[in-house]
């Protein structure tokens, strides 16, 4: 059975990790670096950063963090934030990022899902999905930093894009960002069911219970292949030791902690 992965976030604005509720109402978190660092040595499987400013003055400070970040970690690590080119995505590749991760410019331009699937490989690929539910059902796909609402369904557009090539989809849930309410499962289980790649639940975890949960492959569960933890683990609340004893625990199949090189 593949193993099911804590992946720390580190969302990066002006070289620092900020974190927010709903995506706004951000604060400061800490250096990216010494955290990726303290990450890797804990246990982490994977790191994601997002560099949600974006900005075209802020690439060039990305590409050196994902240089430095290369240097110092010994777990495989996502870039995403403005990659609009598969130029873009060559230049973090080779700065050392293992993975690159596409939002807007993928609802923008489907087909660079495809190009760099293409260029890289599926599994180099993932595709970030900020969903937010609809009162009348289902949710919609937003782009932005969660300012613009797509109008597409967020369950279909996770087929579309694995259909293009996609290796993992990277789903936050707008509503459960930042509350530390729990991850939504009905929507982290309906994409999971939907496409037949990876799943990475993000947006709300507050507990180890709601982590459970989601990585839970029941018919209640989220049927997440890897939760993205970003408050509980900056706060101090928990660490990433303690959650996967807690897993191991639970029957849950995850990489103990002895394993690590």
Known sequence: MVAKRIIPCLDVADGRVVKGVNFVGLRDAGDPVELACRYSASGADELVFLDIAASHQGR????????????????????????????????????????VSLNSS??????????????????????????????????????????????????????????????EILLTSMDGDGTQAGYDLAL???????????????????????????????????????????SLLHDGVLTVEQIKADLLGRGLTVRPLEAIA
Not at 110 to 131: N, S, T, Y
Not at 146 to 153: A, M, V
Not at 189 to 207: C, F, N, Q, Y
């Open 188 to 230: 982290t289980r309906a994409v999971a069911e939907a496409v037949d790649v990876p799943v990475i639940a993000s947006g709300g975890a507050g507990s180890i219970d709601h982590i459970a949960r989601a990585l839970d492959d029941g018919p209640q569960g989220g049927k997440a292949a890897a939760a993205l933890l970003a």
């Open 60 to 99: 060039a400070t990305l590409v050196e963090l994902v240089r430095r970040t290369a240097e110092a970690v010994t777990i495989p690590f996502t870039v995403g934030g403005g990659i609009s080119s598969v130029e873009g995505i060559t230049e973090l590749l080779r700065a050392g990022a293992d993975k």
């Open 106 to 167: 993928a609802v923008r331009d489907p087909a660079l899902v495809a190009r760099g699937a293409e260029r890289f490989g599926c599994q180099c690929i993932v595709v970030a999905i900020d969903a937010r539910a609809r009162a009348s059902g289902g949710w919609d796909v937003f782009v932005k930093g969660g300012r613009e609402n797509t109008g597409l369904d967020a369950v279909a557009w996770a087929r579309q894009v694995v259909g293009l090539g996609a290796g």
